[in-house]
């Protein structure tokens, strides 16, 4: 991708569905009773990951643009794969339906892209086998391919060493075949859309602040499921309207949840224009559209029990800080270290290319902003966030970015470069 400095970004976006809830409208459609449809699916590679899975396992899905019906034939009517379920490059498909593949009554075995196949898997692996699941990781050090064996599962009451909410629903999925009560306590909560979902899809799930408890039921009922734009993709047009200069964006129908919106809380705290309008409720998700405009940006230190509700958009953060005045301090963030890449790696390394003042630390990473931005040949690493960051931090450099292996922006956002060039005048 080649990305020129620009003047001003304007006008009106609709960024495409949410990617964890267009996961879970496959996930629970496919385990619930008769017909679920969906509307604002995200076309991303990862969520077409989870609908191919879903598919070698018997259920019928017809997909045109992001509109999606799934035929759901309850729990217990998945039917063994005829090969190897692949999740490409999709943590939130691997360890969810790890899960729901612990209840089964056939062994199955699960692998991924090169990068899933170095992500931790144990944080699931060791939970599920508490819960007498036969998981297992094939090459013995707690990384896929797993294999996942026929077993009577029983409930648990689990304390998570880490604020996970895949980590939370693969209980919650697993616990759906206990017939008992299972609970998962966070040591921060991460985002509830399984725990939303669930409940829509008939469930009973309770949310007390960071403990959640999974009632015993017999079945799930297929829903309609509207997807609302996902706010980590809008978080790339948030931070483009508020460093370059003379803009003015509305990002329509944005996911809020409050699991979810920790960079709006922190944008606004670095003396962004952001103003939340309209908001409303669907299918118990808060949405509302978002109006940005060019701001002058302050440093800030993002830290402690926000760090969940912004994970994905960490890279962004970064690059909202190189263009803002002062020191930016991100810590609490270990979690970055095993996402797609080592996201704190590699933004450092490649906005230190753009002339940016970074430095990693163990847990974060530490941003000098008032530096004159360069444009730079640099690498996404072949990961989504990386590649977007990147892009945006290009729009107002100085001079030409070039990006290698950018075709890794499908995974989560397909039409990123046309609806930002939408945007742009130069
Ligand atoms: O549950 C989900 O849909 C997700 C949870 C987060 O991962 P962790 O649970 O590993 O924090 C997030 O980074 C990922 O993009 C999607
Ligand atoms: C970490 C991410 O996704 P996943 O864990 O599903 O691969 C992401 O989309 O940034």
Not at 38 to 64: N, P
Not at 82 to 92: E, F, W
Request: aromatic residues 4%; hydrophobic residues 40%; neutral net charge.
């Amino acid at each position: 991708m080649h990305i020129q400095p620009v003047k001003q970004l304007k006008g009106t976006l609709k960024v495409p569905g949410d990617k964890s809830i267009s996961h879970r409208s496959i996930m629970f459609g496919a385990l619930a009773k008769g017909t679920t449809t969906v509307e604002g699916f995200l076309t991303g590679e990862d969520c077409l990951s989870t609908i191919a899975c879903f598919r070698q396992m018997g259920i019928h899905i017809e997909q045109v643009q992001d509109k999606v019906t799934i035929q759901g034939k309850g729990l217990y009517g998945l039917t063994k794969p005829n090969s190897i379920l692949d999740v490409g490059n999709s943590g939130t498909t691997m360890r969810l339906m790890s899960g729901i593949l612990s209840g089964q009554s056939f062994e199955v075995n699960i692998t991924g892209d090169a990068s899933i196949r170095k992500r931790p898997m144990d944080r699931i692996i060791r939970p599920l086998t508490s819960m007498n699941a036969n998981i297992s990781s094939l090459s013995g050090n707690g990384l896929a391919p797993l294999s996942i064996k026929p077993s009577l599962l029983k409930p648990i009451d689990y304390i998570s060493p880490v604020a996970s909410a895949q980590v939370k629903s693969s209980i919650l999925l697993a616990n759906l075949y206990t017939g008992s009560t299972s609970t998962v306590k966070e040591p921060t909560l991460s985002r509830n859309h399984s725990e939303i979902m669930l409940n829509h899809f008939g469930a009973h799930v309770e949310i007390n602040g960071s403990l959640v408890t999974s009632h015993p039921i017999k079945e799930l009922f297929a829903n309609h499921v509207v997807v609302p734009s996902d706010i980590s993709s809008a978080a790339f047009f948030m931070v483009a309207g508020l460093i370059c200069p003379n803009s003015d964006l509305i990002l329509k129908d944005v996911g809020i949840n409050p699991t979810r919106d920790g960079i709006i809380h922190v944008l606004k705290e670095m003396n962004g224009s952001i103003e939340v309008i309209d908001k409303r409720v669907v299918n118990g998700e808060p949405i509302a559209d978002l109006h940005i405009k060019s701001s002058k940006l302050k440093g800030t230190i993002v830290e402690g029990d926000i760090i969940p509700t912004l994970i994905d958009e960490i890279p962004v953060i970064a690059v909202a800080a190189a263009y803002a005045e002062g020191t930016t301090i991100i810590k609490d963030a270990g979690e970055l270290k095993v996402k797609e890449t080592n996201r704190i790696d590699t933004m450092v390394s490649e906005l230190k290319k753009m002339n940016i003042h970074i430095e990693a630390t163990a847990d974060g990473m530490i941003i000098v902003g008032g530096n004159r931005i360069q444009g730079a040949h640099v690498q996404s690493y072949d990961d989504h966030r990386v590649a977007m960051s990147l892009a945006i931090a290009a729009l107002g450099a100085n001079g030409h970015t070039r990006i290698e292996n950018s075709g890794c922006i499908a995974i989560s956002y397909p039409t990123f470069e046309s609806d930002l060039s939408s945007l742009i005048h130069i």
